[in-house]
T-cell receptor
Framework: EADIYQTPRYLVIGTGKKITLECSQTMGHDKMYWYQQDPGMELHLIHYSYGVNSTEKGDLSSESTVSRIRTEHFPLTLESARPSHTSQYLC????????????FGQGTRLTVV | QKEVEQNSGPLSVPEGAIASLNCTYSDRVSQSFFWYRQYSGKSPELIMSIYSNGDKEDGRFTAQLNKASQYVSLLIRDSQPSDSATYLCAVNTNAGKSTFGDGTTLTVKP
């Protein structure tokens, strides 16, 4: 059973609001990721981290930002939400190294109205 | 060319048949390969991993890897309606970078 948690599960918010999506894992994994996925579409990597104070942008350009102050915590922030940000956001974590699977959280479904 | 490409779907098979899902990758230094299953509205979950050339079997699932051809596949024997989902191929390089394919949607018809 993977121990990676995302909150909230669902969020409906107005345009222009600042939001933070939370992701925490209790497995001690160094690597953490944020993916964006529209219904029925592919996963897009938007941010990743290899450890504390390490953050990198992913393959898909995103207006969001992330921080990694603690190993277990990898929050994603949108300073000013827009309807184009409406999507599902999936957080994942894995151990360092190449032979490691990713464990996914349950996701946050964000709707910006 | 995408780094990880999966056979275009959707794929539909009758119950009890063998479903074959294919994936090719472009980075020759890739060292580990994973198949994830994602039900509609849910998160991906790992079903198989493979690191060496050849076959790896786990129940009704068999993963096949051919590094020379840069090809990895997943066979599902005796397909069940509960196998209906999107299957994601993921490839890790030795630097730990993980790349997912776009997924193949499988429907198993009763």
């Amino acid at each position: 059973e993977a121990d990676i948690y995302q909150t909230p599960r669902y969020l409906v918010i107005g345009t222009g609001k600042k939001i933070t999506l939370e992701c925490s894992q209790t497995m001690g994994h160094d690597k953490m990721y944020w993916y964006q996925q529209d219904p029925g579409m592919e996963l897009h990597l938007i941010h990743y981290s290899y450890g504390v104070n390490s953050t990198e942008k992913g393959d898909l350009s995103s207006e969001s930002t992330v921080s990694r102050i603690r190993t277990e915590h990898f929050p994603l922030t949108l300073e000013s939400a827009r309807p184009s940000h409406t999507s599902q956001y999936l957080c994942a974590s894995s151990e360092l190294g190449g032979y490691t699977e990713a464990f996914f959280g349950q996701g946050t479904r964000l709707t910006v109205v | 060319q995408k780094e990880v490409e999966q056979n275009s779907g959707p794929l539909s098979v009758p119950e009890g048949a063998i479903a074959s899902l294919n994936c090719t990758y472009s980075d020759r230094v890739s060292q580990s390969f994973f198949w994830y299953r994602q039900y509609s509205g849910k998160s991906p979950e790992l079903i198989m991993s493979i690191y060496s050339n050849g076959d790896k079997e786990d129940g009704r699932f068999t993963a096949q890897l051919n590094k020379a051809s840069q090809y990895v596949s997943l066979l599902i024997r005796d397909s069940q309606p509960s196998d209906s989902a999107t299957y994601l191929c993921a490839v890790n390089t030795n630097a730990g970078k993980s790349t997912f394919g776009d997924g193949t949607t499988l429907t198993v018809k009763p």
